[in-house]
């Protein structure tokens, strides 16, 4: 199993408190119980559950260069899970999720850090449509703001990767939820546990930029993940083996569901001037 493998001695997680920076924190304090690391960051500008000897938490917000600088200096590795999680006002996008990681990977530069893991989102290939099967070469298609601050982070991460030494990892995820509750998470859930052994392999792999998608075991389903594959990710669960009651009947003809469909928050055109998605 690939969470035998050797880890960074020195890992930030920014995001910490968050749906999955919590399961990823949880994960990483056995591993510095386990002795498989030995320094473990948990950063998010909510306060952090989690603590104990080796760890250290900060409360604070990335979207201030200097906060990002203390945050990286002394890590090996950097798994990025702050931010916005979802469409929203571009005054909430802009710090949170591009100044954020913009100053995150600057400080990974000048502290040398090793690599960054990166939660990206299906929304940044949302607007492919749910009958074509892409992998990971497949260039974005956002379908959201959010998805296009998604892009900017796997394209910021294949930037440094070509012109620095920090290497990326970007994680296209799905619908990592406790449960599979929606028709569309047949093709786009993924358990916690299979995050988690994502996780392991971009923090252990070796690679310079690559592209996966956050995915439990869905052979045939809108992504093609042979690129994880090949780097040692092996998802244990299946997304049928998580619902737990009704499935809502959702019917999408583009890979992101709602998001590809709602209109962008905030910016209503004149009477007159409506349409629909227009792809
Ligand atoms: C995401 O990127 C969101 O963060 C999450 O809340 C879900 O909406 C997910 O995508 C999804 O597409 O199901």
Request: glycine share 8%; with cysteine.
């Amino acid at each position: 199993m690939s969470e035998k493998k050797p880890l960074p001695r020195s890992i930030l997680v920014t995001g910490a408190a968050g749906r999955l920076g919590h399961q990823v924190s949880d994960h990483l304090v056995q591993a510095l119980r386990d002795g498989r690391i030995s320094r473990l960051r948990l950063l998010d500008i909510e306060p952090t559950a989690l603590s104990g000897p080796g760890v250290e938490v900060v409360q604070t917000s990335l979207a201030g260069r200097e906060a990002a600088f203390a945050a990286a200096e002394s890590m090996d590795a950097i798994v990025h899970l702050a931010g916005v999680s979802s469409e929203n006002e571009w005054e909430n996008l802009v710090p949170a999720n591009l100044a954020a990681i913009a100053h995150l990977y600057d400080a990974a530069v000048v502290h040398g850090v090793d690599r960054v893991l990166f939660a990206s989102s299906n929304h940044a290939i949302g607007f492919y449509p749910v009958t074509q099967r892409i992998d990971h070469t497949a260039p974005g298609l956002v379908d959201s703001r959010y998805g296009l601050t998604k892009l900017f982070g796997e394209e910021l991460a294949r930037l440094y990767a070509t012109k620095t030494p920090v290497r990326g990892f970007c994680m296209r995820i799905g619908s990592c939820f406790p449960a599979a509750t929606a028709a569309r998470h047949m093709y786009t859930y993924q358990s916690f546990a299979d995050f988690i052994r994502l996780v392991e392999v971009g923090l252990s792999a070796d690679y310079r930029f690559e592209i996966v998608y956050g995915v439990s075991d869905v052979p045939d389903g809108y992504w093609d993940n042979s690129n994880a594959f090949r780097l040692g990710y092996q998802p244990a669960d299946k997304p049928e083996d998580f619902v737990f009651g009704e499935l809502e009947p959702t019917q999408y003809d583009f890979q992101g569901g709602s998001f590809a469909t709602d209109p962008l928050p905030g910016v209503t055109p004149p009477p007159g001037r409506l349409r629909d998605s227009g792809r």
